[in-house]
């Protein structure tokens, strides 16, 4: 590897360099899906990497935000990068290694350990920890690898249209590191490194002018942005009494009656809410005593994100089945976490703890039973399954980043099943990956309810990974060339992997080649060279025949 002497000098230990200065070919800001995915890939093609995450967990959704995968109905065939198999196949494993399943689950191909409805492989956070910190352990071991955790991005230095350096600031001590490399790759929750580079982004929903989008509205709406959700999980011991402390929010959040377009059905905290695709009244069910659904009976939330299912495992195991909060009843739109004052996102984060707190107490207190009573107090809060204090998750869940503006931008005409009025979505020769979920828009700061449309199966274009200016930023999760709609269906988790994978592995291209991503996009021999190197690693970019979700 060919480094230029002042990066090799700061990859060395040596007492002439400040702790502060880190030096590496490619730096990947923020450590949840897009971003692990995004280390490994560069990792695998010879980089050396420096990946910060801001908290103690690296995982994002899967780990520090508490989400079960979402996933597409094909995922145990196709549909999916072979190192986001080796991540699923490491789940499975590490349950049949670790935990005392019965002989038959233990057996299962594809073994489910919560038994949700939500997903083939719904299961327990701190298991996708172990299996993540397994994935990158080798690297870290060999030098290759440096992961500085509770470290956010403060600050970035650009030249022209090159990003030169990245400094990231200790939670814990405040202490700055600043990090130099050839590629800088944003796998951000929120898109952070975008107004720190000056790179050109959007947010919100843009206007039917600007895309064409039957979905969009007539003017710009920059602050309509989905909302977020405080993740929390829940054990059921009958008997017991595990209430909570009375939120200090309870009051309001009790009766609360969302103001949205079309209307919302009634309080926000109930067993009914709006129906995502036809926006009419929804009626759900709740009982955390009931160990699978009942034909015709409505969804009971306790199975749907269902993360250990008790009967899975060893008499005695498990008192009780776990079960992932992350509902219409704890979605917070009263506001922004960006593009706001960091005290106003302080205070929206601070109201989305007290929602989520507030359903808890609601569900324990007052909620309405099948049989005619009245809450559920042996619901216990799993601070063990979030790893903090107050037993919510380290981070929320946040649906919706910052996007670039992209050399190509993907739009409901592209990929939405009634906008293309074809069986197929847009084929992209710059394919650089596949995805397939829904358009599903959660209820928005904007007032917006649910926009939740067929998709068709998609493909990832390269130009989406590229900015229309900067050179050498890439975006690795969230943050791609999408707009307000089409975020909605390339956010879930196997989506955003293969996008911080391919994001990578073009770092790694770009530097080893030294042809900048834009080049290796437009110019043709180039391009199927770099799609080849895609192949080769088993990342899938064109979809066999399949049918709308």
């Not at 002989?103 to 993540?132: C, F, K």
């Not at 409505?298 to 008790?310: K, S, T, V």
């Not at 989520?356 to 009573?373: F, H, I, K, N, V």
């Not at 649906?399 to 503006?405: N, P």
């Amino acid at each position: 590897m060919n480094l230029p002497r002042r990066l090799f000098l700061q990859l060395m230990p040596s007492p002439l360099l400040a702790a502060r200065e880190l030096g590496c070919d490619v730096a990947v800001i923020g450590g949840g899906v897009g971003g692990c995915a995004a280390a490994l890939a560069a990792l695998r093609n010879g980089m050396r990497v420096v990946m910060t995450e801001e908290t103690d967990w690296i995982g994002g959704q899967l780990t520090s935000q508490a989400v079960p995968p979402d996933e597409h109905p094909w995922i145990e065939s196709f549909g999916a990068t072979q190192s986001y198999r080796d991540y699923r196949n490491g789940v499975r494993d590490y349950y049949r290694r670790h935990f005392p399943l019965t002989p038959e689950i233990r057996a299962r191909a594809h073994l489910n350990p919560g038994g949700g409805l939500v997903s083939r492989l719904t299961h327990e956070p701190p298991v996708s920890l172990a299996v993540l910190e397994a994935m990158l352990a080798p690297w870290i071991g060999g030098g290759q690898l440096r992961v500085l955790l509770r470290h956010r991005p403060a600050a970035a230095e650009a030249a022209g249209d090159r990003v030169r350096a990245v400094t990231v600031r200790s939670s814990e001590s405040g202490a700055q590191r600043t990090i130099h490399a050839a590629y800088f790759l944003d796998a951000t929750e929120q898109g952070d490194l975008l107004p720190l580079s000056k790179t050109e982004y959007v947010t919100g929903f843009e206007s039917r002018r600007q895309t064409g989008e039957p979905h969009a509205p007539e003017e710009t709406q920059p602050a309509n942005i989905q909302a977020f959700t405080v993740c929390f999980a829940l054990d059921y011991l009958d008997g017991e009494d595990h209430t909570i402390d009375k939120p200090a929010e309870y009051g309001f959040w009790r009766d609360y009656v969302p103001r949205l377009r079309p209307p919302w059905p009634g309080k926000l905290l109930s067993w009914s809410m709006s129906n995502p695709v036809t926006l009419k009244e929804r009626e759900l069910f709740f009982d955390p005593r009931q160990d699978e659904s009942s034909r015709g009976q409505p969804l009971n939330l306790w199975l749907y994100r269902r993360i250990a299912r008790r009967s899975h495992f060893t008499p005695g195991a498990y008192r009780s089945d776990l079960t992932l909060v992350n509902w219409p009843q704890n979605d917070y739109w009263l506001g922004n976490l960006h593009e706001v004052s960091v005290e106003e996102a302080a205070r929206h984060l601070a109201r989305a703890k007290q929602l989520s707190l507030s359903l808890l107490y609601w569900m324990q207190t007052e909620a309405p039973r099948p049989d005619g009573g009245q809450g559920w107090r042996g619901l216990r809060l799993r601070s063990d399954q979030t790893g903090t204090d107050d037993g919510l998750s380290k981070y929320p869940y946040v649906r919706e980043s910052r996007r670039i503006r992209a050399e190509f931008t993907i739009t409901e005409l592209h990929v939405g099943t009634q906008a293309r009025g074809h069986p197929a979505a847009a084929e992209f020769p710059d394919s650089a990956g596949i995805g397939s979920y829904r358009i599903d828009l959660h209820p928005s700061s904007g007032g917006d309810n649910y926009i939740d449309i067929s998709s068709l199966p998609f493909q990832i274009p390269l130009g989406a990974l590229i900015p229309q200016r900067v050179e050498n930023l890439i975006p690795a999760c969230k943050n791609l060339g999408t707009t307000h709609i089409t975020n909605g269906c390339y956010r879930l988790h196997p989506v955003e992997w293969n996008i911080g994978e391919s994001a990578g592995a073009l770092a790694a291209h770009a530097a080893a080649t030294k042809n900048p991503p834009r080049r290796i996009r437009n110019d043709g021999k180039l391009l199927r060279e770099f799609q080849a190197r895609l192949q080769s690693q088993g990342i899938e970019i064109a979809w066999p025949k399949t049918t709308p979700r």
